[in-house]
């Protein structure tokens, strides 16, 4: 597993902004990253600004926050 692969990462559409909104709370715990007028595009932001704030930490020796942010309820299969 990639270290970057151990954070929630998150899309969700805010009406205020008429747009969706990209989240990781465990390394941006101020809100919403990232903004964009498809799903897709909001995820793929956001994954791109979790990689490189891992590797921005990494290169600093600074050690990763841990991943403390968990979805509030587990998927069950159907």
Known sequence: M???DRYLKFVRWHEEDGAYVGYCPDLFPWG?????????????????????EVEQ???????????STRPM???VPA
Do not use: S, W
């Open 2 to 4: 990639k270290p970057e």
């Open 57 to 67: 930490l990494q290169r600093a020796g600074k050690d990763l926050p841990p991943p």
């Open 32 to 52: 919403g990253v990232c903004h964009a007028g498809a799903e897709e595009d909001a995820y793929r932001q956001l994954r791109e600004l979790v990689i490189e």
């Open 73 to 75: 309820r587990e998927a």
